[in-house]
């Protein structure tokens, strides 16, 4: 049988991932249940692995006005996107030959969004604490408004002339539904992966973080030092990523994975209402910590973020213009692709060096909280877990694309992530 022009653009899938239809099920369910999870044993009396938590009732799940106000900031979100501010930029070639454009003015939704809260809380008194009293509903709202998406997005990648995710085309509905059937889902010149990547989720999550610090205030009388510290470290980490929007174009997320339930949720409600987990903990258990721990947790934090900038710029510059002054030095490894891989600078201390950085940068985060429970160390535990499957991923996605180059270039670069552990 011959073999269409379309099939050869978007072969099927051979591969599953996440354990297949039976995986992808469960973490379709269990995710959600994660959220809800960490709300009920993190609450204003106890924040702890209890046995016997007290469950959430219908009244905390359901709330219209919180729904109403989930929509209208995701198209807030949508107008800023669609507006003439920033600028436009080029991503990678696709497999298809064709090169997208994408409108970067993320950090334009940052400054417009704040500016706008300051206003809002500062001197026309809205009442943002709701969001800490509504919480749950909005954290409901977002799962709920991700699978609607992930369905529409879904349904749309069967379209003619679709090109689709490389691991998104197994034929399995569950499976292709939650990693993503079409690589860059668009409506019109609306691209809705890199619109969900970078606004709507992480703006609002370091918004909430902002109206977890005025119901501290409300509460308590008072701001503490490590609500301060949680604030503006997570603040300035999305700052950052956002004045930095073109990098993500050369990510895998972009150039390899579909968008679908996973990336959807991931952005909408696991990011905004997983990581303010630390926040949140601090409005009902204060922490006020001596100078010297304050000192020490914002040193760790630039630690965390020399590594994770000065690795993640090195690779972006490389990969945009191997002859930049600031790269142009590097080792390199040729391979049979055309490409070079790098052997040195921060690339040739571990394979991941940027996801080290981001590991110590997650610990600052979760230290203002002190040691007395564990749960607001749920971000660093789980972010470990997903950087080292991560990893795994990138390294067998690299290994079938690069072949006996890329084992030449784990014999140069021996460490995976920490040099003499991993």
């Known amino acids: 049988m011959a073999v269409g ?7 099927k899938s051979k591969e599953y991932e996440f354990g297949g239809s039976v995986g992808t099920l469960l ?3 269990g995710l959600p249940s994660v959220v809800l999870g960490l709300y009920v044993w993190c609450g204003k009396d106890d924040c702890s692995l209890r046995p016997y938590p007290t469950l959430p009732t219908l009244s905390d799940l359901w709330d219209p006005y919180a729904y109403v106000i989930l929509v209208a900031w995701f198209l807030f979100q949508v107008l800023i996107y669609l507006s ?3 600028y436009i930029a080029e991503g990678t070639k696709l497999r298809d030959g064709s090169v997208l454009k994408y409108k970067m003015n993320a950090a334009h939704a940052f400054v417009i969004s704040h500016a706008l809260f300051v206003v809002a809380y500062c001197f026309l008194k809205a009442p943002v604490t709701f969001v800490y009293d509504r919480y749950l509903a909005f954290a409901v709202g977002a799962t709920v408004l991700s699978f609607l998406m992930a369905v529409y997005l879904y349904a749309k990648s069967f379209r003619e002339g679709a090109l689709l995710a490389l691991g998104g085309n197994t034929g399995s509905p569950i499976h292709d539904w939650f990693v993503g059937r079409e690589l860059n889902p668009r409506t019109g010149l609306f691209d809705w992966k890199i619109f969900c990547e970078l606004r709507p989720g992480l703006v609002g999550w370091s918004l909430i ?12 009388g008072y701001v503490t030092n490590s609500m301060l510290l949680v604030c503006a470290f ?13 990098a993500i174009l050369t990510t895998m997320d972009i150039i390899h994975d579909g968008f679908g339930f996973m990336l959807a949720f991931g952005d909408l409600a696991w990011v905004p209402f997983t990581y303010s987990l630390q926040a949140r903990y601090l409005v009902d258990h204060p922490v006020d910590l001596p100078w010297w721990a304050a000192i020490g947790i914002v040193l760790m934090k630039l630690a965390g973020y020399m590594i994770f900038r000065g690795a993640n710029g090195q690779k972006d510059q490389f990969r945009r213009d191997p002859e930049h002054p600031s790269v142009k030095h590097l080792k390199t490894l040729p391979t049979e692709r055309g490409t070079k891989l790098l052997i040195s600078g921060w690339w040739g201390i571990c394979r991941h060096p940027n996801y080290v950085g981001d590991l110590v940068m997650a610990l600052s985060w ?10 607001p160390y749920f971000y660093v535990t789980y972010f470990a877990a997903l950087l080292v499957h991560r990893q795994l991923r990138d390294e067998h996605h690299c ?7 890329w084992e030449k270039y784990c014999k140069i670069v021996k460490w995976r992530l920490v040099p003499g552990l991993y």
């Open 399 to 405: 290994r079938k694309k690069y072949g006996q180059d």
């Open 84 to 86: 003439p501010l920033g």
């Open 234 to 246: 997570q603040g300035f980490y999305v700052w950052d990523g956002l004045w930095s929007e073109e």
């Open 27 to 29: 973490m379709t369910l």
């Open 5 to 11: 022009k379309k099939d050869v653009l978007n072969p």
């Open 366 to 375: 979760s230290l203002p909280c002190g040691l007395t429970n564990v749960l």
């Open 209 to 220: 973080n902002c109206c977890m610090l005025a119901k501290q205030y409300e509460t308590h």
